[in-house]
């Protein structure tokens, strides 16, 4: 129990840790040998590519993620060459034995050839030609398994001499020994289709519908780079996904075989110079001689299966998605010897905040904010610096002319055209360009028949704040004026940069995203209804919205008729522009070209009479993405994606990165827990405006001893060896920010406190903290705000976690902010069947159910007042009808539209993170110089002999 002279011990001993930290002769021994942050190999062509060279920059520890593929030595990509695009890599990996280290010889390469996932994309290319990358002269058949018959060189048809007959006879041996040598060994059964052999499972040999009759090639799976361009200086660089096991079965890379083997896996690079003809531009990959020019870099994958025992002893600890990474890492560090397993799981906000308001064991919970009505002897420890981010993959994709924001036509610079095909490698956003995107303002964020002006006779949208909706980003002159070299970037990009794909459900991060934006007095006035400089104005569905949530809705009522046929519904604007499953999904589908879009198939939508929902368009393939989405910093890391420069208060546009996230958290203030409060109105030079601090918390006298020294040691493990930045199991994963000396001591202290007051009760006589006030004047910030008026926080009762206002925040400069209030909620065993039931039970993954009443282990529903088409919008967070919550957030009854049940429902599942053990829980090792040492264990002595005998006193028999 914490009595005054215990706190004060504690507050010194904080004290002396930070200091003791941060002094030479006192540090803790982390340096560990680290082959993965340091695992980049180059290899070089061969023959006529023996000037090129190839690097990945990551090949040790491999998870589900992205490695750069970069080169040098290859000529100007050309797409307007007759006989077929030049100088360009093909990218894909392959499985092998474990037994083959290295590929030095011809048979090696052949036996990779028919081991390598490629050719997924074959029916979308052979059914749309315009979709082919490479340029109008490119040949589908170059990014198939099919290898083309050589031309039949010298052959007479119809010859009758002798001498013809046998120059015939010469002609198709030719050919034969060409083909022969193209397919190298392969047989020639179903016209020169090479095989692909999964490591396990029977091969496809090419027969067949190749969409139908094909059991491993999907195209939402594949990871394959058909084009990859070089620039003028014949460098290159692109991002490549490569996968375990768990993400493609048919290579295995890191998972073992019934057998126990582990397949050995491979980066394939095959480079493609310039074609002689136009068979050999439209040659396959596999034909041998381009085959034989292909560069091979080897994989190693970490294990997929857990090195620690199962026992009957687990620790499970809820959180955030912002977290999961760092304690998946962590606990899978501390589990070899104890016998003690740790499981992280990612839930709501809601179940997190109950845990640890409810009067039983609270667990540890990973949390963002002090939690509302939490009891007086709760602890918080910070754990991490994460942040959100916007983040984007643009292929610069010219054409000679293009449409200027006026709708001028203008020529293309060469400067553009030269680089055509190179990824945009920076972008810029306002707080008013992030509140067009997210109101649906654009009118390419709704389904097609809404891409043109909205007539003025169509009653859903006569409003005139419509008149001057732009199309997308690159038709805002807003945009435009902060990204100039964008602009002129081809037509069809236009259409895919009209919205930002973001998660569904409610997460108290995604408030700071609606913070940042509202903070911003342009932003605020556009969503009140006042139009930009150009006139454009926010969707009517959404004006008037300035209260902060936590969520992203989609008002807006608009359907398309996409088909004439009664069973088939419209398309409405949720299922046009969708929702990802979380931030993880949603930079997965970036790093894959999915535009997360829905789009209607009659013949994959439709069978007898039946609608089976709307289908997914197709992904943006390389050359001609156009992917703008909300995840994390460390998300946005694994996968290989820039973030945009967001506008702070200070007036800079800043990134996410070390520096700007560091800015921003020395910008903060704390509230009366001591937990830091993030506040995107802060004017800070440098600070990144979505800093989002982590911590966990729990109430020691609700959890038992065993509890307690299982999150102690977890908890001083994240604090000293966890902090420590770097790809390997046990170190802080990239994307987030080590915690400073001053957080690291507040985590072992709050370690200690935890470990030493576990199942004791609280001090019956002790005062209870006191609710903090919801407007506390705030100290001086280290840049001030450019107004001195104080905001006015008006926060939701402790029993509602939807509101974003956080209890003892200090006040910032800036205009009215009012939290959202909370939606009523009711805990009903009984459920209407037309309503969407919602079960607060922590399971790992949720189902949808086709019928109209869906059970979801969240929020499968988009749980936003007004995600459904149809139902009215109301800016305070109602909707007017009535919700149905079975213990978690209120989720309104569907009204309006019939269809909006007809609709298929997002449906989220949440990756179940490893069990793991707690290897016996090591205080890192210090080393000390003799006088520092000597004054610190002096001052610990007299600490100690201070507050022994009355912490004693307080302490059970147990721990004595």
């Given at each position: 129990?914490?009595?005054?002279?215990?706190?004060?011990?504690?507050?010194?001993?904080?004290?002396?840790?930070?200091?003791?930290?941060?002094?030479?002769?006192?540090?803790?021994?982390?340096?560990?040998a680290?082959?993965?942050?340091?695992?980049?190999?180059?290899?070089?062509?061969?023959?006529?590519?023996?000037?090129?060279?190839?690097?990945?920059?990551?090949?040790?520890?491999?998870?589900?993620?992205?490695?750069?593929?970069?080169?040098?030595?290859?000529?100007?990509?050309?797409?307007?060459?007759?006989?077929?695009?030049?100088?360009?890599?093909?990218?894909?990996?392959?499985?092998?034995?474990?037994?083959?280290?290295?590929?030095?010889?011809?048979?090696?390469?052949?036996?990779?050839?028919?081991?390598?996932?490629?050719?997924?994309?074959?029916?979308?290319?052979?059914?749309?030609?315009?979709?082919?990358?490479?340029?109008?002269?490119?040949s589908?058949?170059?990014?198939?398994r099919?290898v083309?018959?050589?031309?039949?060189?010298?052959?007479?048809?119809?010859?009758?001499?002798?001498?013809?007959?046998?120059?015939?006879?010469?002609?198709?041996?030719?050919?034969?020994?060409?083909?022969?040598?193209?397919?190298?060994?392969?047989q020639?059964?179903?016209?020169?289709?090479?095989?692909?052999?999964?490591?396990?499972?029977?091969?496809?040999?090419?027969?067949?519908?190749?969409?139908?009759?094909?059991?491993?090639?999907?195209?939402?799976?594949?990871?394959?780079?058909?084009?990859?361009?070089?620039a003028?200086?014949?460098?290159?660089?692109?991002?490549?996904?490569?996968?375990?096991?768990?993400?493609?079965?048919?290579?295995?890379?890191?998972?073992?075989?019934?057998?126990?083997?582990?397949?050995?896996?491979?980066?394939?690079?095959?480079?493609?110079?310039?074609?002689?003809?136009?068979?050999?531009?439209?040659?396959?990959p596999?034909?041998?001689?381009?085959?034989?020019?292909?560069?091979f870099?080897?994989?190693?994958?970490?294990?997929?299966?857990?090195?620690c025992?199962?026992?009957?002893?687990?620790?499970?600890?809820?959180?955030?998605?912002?977290?999961?990474?760092?304690?998946?890492?962590?606990?899978?560090?501390?589990?070899s010897?104890t016998?003690?397993?740790?499981?992280?799981?990612?839930?709501?906000?809601?179940?997190?905040?109950?845990?640890?308001?409810?009067?039983?064991?609270?667990?540890?919970?990973?949390?963002?904010?002090?939690?509302?009505?939490?009891?007086?002897?709760?602890?918080?420890?910070?754990?991490?610096?994460?942040?959100l981010?916007?983040?984007?993959?643009?292929?610069?994709?010219?054409?000679?002319?293009?449409?200027?924001?006026?709708?001028?036509?203008?020529?293309?610079?060469?400067d553009?055209?030269?680089?055509?095909?190179?990824?945009?490698?920076?972008?810029?956003?306002?707080?008013?360009?992030?509140?067009?995107?997210?109101?649906?303002?654009?009118?390419?964020?709704?389904?097609?028949?809404?891409?043109?002006?909205?007539?003025?006779?169509?009653?859903?949208?006569?409003?005139?704040?419509?008149?001057?909706?732009?199309?997308g980003?690159?038709?805002?002159?807003?945009?435009?004026?902060?990204?100039?070299?964008?602009?002129?970037?081809?037509?069809?990009?236009?259409?895919?940069?009209?919205?930002?794909?973001?998660?569904f459900?409610?997460a108290?991060?995604?408030?700071?995203?609606?913070?940042?934006?509202?903070?911003?007095?342009?932003a605020?006035?556009?969503?009140?209804?006042?139009?930009?400089?150009?006139?454009?104005?926010?969707?009517?569905?959404?004006?008037?919205?300035?209260?902060?949530?936590?969520?992203?809705?989609k008002?807006?009522?608009?359907?398309?008729?996409?088909?004439?046929?009664?069973a088939?519904?419209?398309?409405?604007?949720?299922?046009?522009?969708?929702?990802?499953?979380?931030?993880?999904?949603a930079?997965?589908?970036?790093?894959?070209?999915?535009?997360?879009?829905?789009?209607?198939?009659?013949?994959?939508?439709?069978?007898?009479?039946?609608?089976?929902?709307?289908?997914?368009?197709?992904?943006d393939?390389?050359?001609?993405?156009?992917e703008?989405?909300?995840?994390?910093?460390?998300?946005?890391?694994?996968?290989?994606?820039?973030?945009?420069?967001?506008?702070?208060a200070?007036?800079?546009?800043?990134?996410?990165?070390?520096?700007?996230?560091?800015?921003?958290?020395?910008?903060?203030?704390t509230?009366?827990?001591g937990?830091?409060?993030?506040?995107?109105?802060?004017?800070?030079?440098?600070?990144?405006?979505?800093?989002?601090?982590?911590?966990v918390?729990?109430?020691?006298?609700?959890?038992?001893?065993?509890?307690?020294?299982?999150?102690?040691?977890?908890?001083?493990?994240?604090?000293?060896?966890?902090?420590?930045?770097?790809?390997?199991?046990?170190?802080l994963?990239?994307?987030?920010?080590?915690?400073?000396?001053?957080?690291?001591?507040?985590?072992?202290?709050?370690?200690?406190?935890?470990?030493?007051?576990?199942?004791?009760?609280?001090?019956?006589?002790?005062?209870?903290?006191?609710?903090?006030?919801?407007?506390?004047?705030?100290?001086?910030?280290?840049?001030?705000?450019?107004?001195?008026?104080?905001?006015?926080?008006?926060?939701?009762?402790?029993?509602?976690?939807?509101?974003?206002?956080?209890?003892?925040?200090?006040?910032?400069?800036s205009?009215?902010?009012?939290a959202?209030?909370?939606?009523?909620?009711?805990?009903?065993?009984?459920?209407p069947?037309?309503?969407?039931?919602?079960?607060t039970s922590?399971?790992?993954s949720?189902?949808?159910?086709?019928?109209?009443?869906?059970?979801?282990?969240?929020?499968?529903r988009?749980?936003?007042?007004?995600?459904?088409?149809?139902?009215?919008?109301?800016?305070?967070?109602?909707?007017?009808?009535?919700?149905?919550?079975?213990?978690?957030?209120?989720?309104?009854?569907?009204s309006?539209?019939?269809?909006?049940?007809?609709?298929p429902?997002?449906?989220?599942?949440?990756?179940?993170?490893?069990?793991?053990?707690?290897?016996?829980?090591?205080?890192?090792?210090?080393?000390?110089?003799?006088?520092?040492f000597a004054?610190?264990?002096?001052?610990?002595v007299?600490?100690?002999?201070?507050?022994?005998?009355q912490?004693?006193?307080?302490?059970?028999?147990r721990?004595?």
């Amino acid at each position: 129990m914490r009595t005054p002279a215990l706190r004060r011990a504690r507050v010194v001993l904080a004290a002396a840790l930070a200091v003791g930290l941060a002094v030479p002769g006192m540090t803790i021994s982390t340096a560990r040998a680290d082959s993965a942050s340091d695992s980049s190999v180059t290899v070089r062509g061969s023959g006529s590519f023996a000037g090129l060279s190839v690097s990945v920059d990551r090949t040790q520890q491999l998870g589900h993620q992205v490695v750069d593929v970069s080169w040098k030595g290859l000529g100007q990509s050309d797409t307007q060459n007759q006989s077929g695009p030049t100088d360009y890599l093909q990218i894909m990996q392959c499985w092998s034995d474990p037994s083959l280290q290295q590929v030095s010889t011809d048979a090696d390469r052949d036996t990779l050839r028919d081991q390598c996932y490629f050719g997924a994309f074959g029916s979308t290319y052979a059914g749309n030609a315009s979709s082919v990358p490479g340029g109008y002269y490119a040949s589908a058949s170059a990014y198939l398994r099919k290898v083309v018959k050589p031309t039949l060189v010298g052959f007479k048809p119809g010859a009758t001499s002798d001498e013809d007959k046998a120059a015939n006879a010469r002609a198709l041996q030719a050919q034969h020994d060409a083909w022969a040598l193209d397919l190298h060994g392969s047989q020639e059964a179903n016209d020169g289709f090479v095989p692909f052999k999964p490591v396990s499972g029977t091969a496809y040999d090419g027969s067949g519908n190749s969409d139908v009759d094909n059991p491993w090639f999907d195209q939402q799976i594949t990871n394959e780079i058909d084009y990859a361009p070089s620039a003028v200086d014949g460098t290159g660089s692109m991002p490549f996904e490569v996968q375990t096991g768990l993400e493609n079965s048919s290579l295995g890379c890191g998972q073992a075989r019934a057998s126990g083997v582990v397949p050995k896996c491979w980066i394939a690079v095959v480079p493609r110079g310039v074609p002689t003809s136009r068979t050999d531009g439209a040659q396959s990959p596999f034909a041998w001689s381009v085959w034989k020019n292909a560069m091979f870099i080897p994989l190693d994958f970490s294990s997929l299966s857990s090195s620690c025992a199962r026992s009957a002893t687990k620790t499970s600890i809820t959180g955030s998605p912002l977290l999961a990474a760092a304690a998946s890492s962590w606990t899978s560090s501390l589990c070899s010897s104890t016998g003690r397993s740790y499981s992280y799981l990612s839930t709501a906000d809601l179940i997190r905040e109950s845990s640890v308001t409810s009067a039983k064991d609270p667990g540890l919970q990973a949390v963002t904010r002090s939690v509302p009505g939490a009891p007086s002897d709760t602890v918080y420890a910070p754990v991490a610096v994460a942040s959100l981010s916007i983040v984007f993959l643009i292929d610069r994709y010219y054409s000679d002319l293009y449409f200027d924001a006026d709708g001028g036509v203008q020529g293309t610079p060469q400067d553009q055209l030269d680089h055509n095909g190179e990824l945009v490698t920076q972008l810029k956003l306002t707080p008013r360009l992030v509140a067009k995107l997210l109101t649906q303002s654009y009118r390419g964020s709704m389904p097609p028949s809404r891409l043109d002006v909205r007539s003025a006779d169509d009653p859903q949208h006569d409003d005139p704040n419509l008149k001057g909706a732009r199309l997308g980003l690159l038709d805002d002159p807003e945009f435009t004026a902060l990204n100039p070299d964008l602009a002129a970037l081809d037509y069809q990009h236009q259409y895919s940069l009209t919205n930002l794909v973001v998660p569904f459900g409610r997460a108290n991060e995604y408030g700071e995203l609606w913070q940042w934006v509202l903070a911003d007095p342009s932003a605020r006035a556009f969503l009140s209804g006042q139009p930009d400089e150009h006139g454009m104005k926010v969707n009517p569905a959404f004006k008037n919205a300035l209260q902060a949530r936590d969520d992203f809705p989609k008002p807006d009522p608009w359907c398309a008729d996409v088909d004439t046929r009664p069973a088939v519904p419209p398309l409405c604007g949720i299922d046009y522009n969708k929702y990802a499953a979380n931030l993880e999904a949603a930079a997965i589908a970036a790093a894959k070209g999915d535009p997360k879009r829905g789009t209607f198939n009659p013949v994959d939508n439709f069978r007898a009479d039946f609608f089976s929902g709307f289908g997914s368009a197709p992904r943006d393939l390389v050359g001609r993405r156009a992917e703008l989405v909300l995840t994390d910093t460390v998300s946005a890391a694994r996968f290989g994606l820039r973030s945009a420069q967001l506008l702070n208060a200070h007036g800079d546009f800043v990134a996410p990165d070390a520096h700007s996230l560091q800015a921003a958290v020395d910008g903060m203030d704390t509230d009366d827990n001591g937990v830091l409060v993030p506040d995107p109105s802060t004017a800070v030079a440098g600070a990144y405006p979505l800093t989002v601090p982590q911590y966990v918390a729990t109430v020691p006298s609700r959890i038992t001893p065993e509890e307690g020294d299982a999150y102690a040691d977890l908890l001083q493990y994240s604090a000293f060896h966890g902090q420590e930045q770097g790809p390997s199991v046990g170190q802080l994963p990239e994307g987030y920010l080590p915690l400073t000396q001053e957080l690291k001591s507040e985590a072992v202290v709050a370690a200690e406190e935890i470990r030493d007051e576990a199942g004791v009760a609280p001090d019956p006589t002790s005062t209870p903290t006191p609710t903090p006030s919801s407007t506390v004047t705030r100290t001086a910030s280290p840049t001030p705000a450019p107004q001195s008026t104080s905001r006015a926080v008006t926060p939701a009762p402790s029993s509602s976690p939807a509101s974003t206002a956080v209890a003892g925040v200090a006040a910032k400069p800036s205009p009215s902010v009012t939290a959202d209030p909370p939606a009523s909620t009711t805990v009903s065993a009984t459920t209407p069947s037309a309503a969407p039931t919602v079960s607060t039970s922590p399971t790992s993954s949720a189902t949808a159910s086709p019928s109209p009443s869906h059970t979801l282990a969240t929020s499968a529903r988009p749980s936003s007042p007004a995600s459904h088409p149809g139902t009215p919008f109301h800016p305070s967070g109602g909707t007017g009808s009535s919700p149905v919550v079975s213990g978690s957030r209120a989720t309104p009854t569907p009204s309006g539209k019939p269809t909006s049940l007809q609709s298929p429902v997002p449906t989220a599942t949440a990756t179940p993170q490893p069990e793991v053990q707690l290897v016996s829980a090591t205080t890192p090792a210090t080393k000390v110089g003799g006088i520092r040492f000597a004054l610190f264990i002096c001052l610990l002595v007299a600490l100690l002999a201070g507050t022994t005998s009355q912490a004693l006193r307080r302490v059970p028999a147990r721990r004595r």
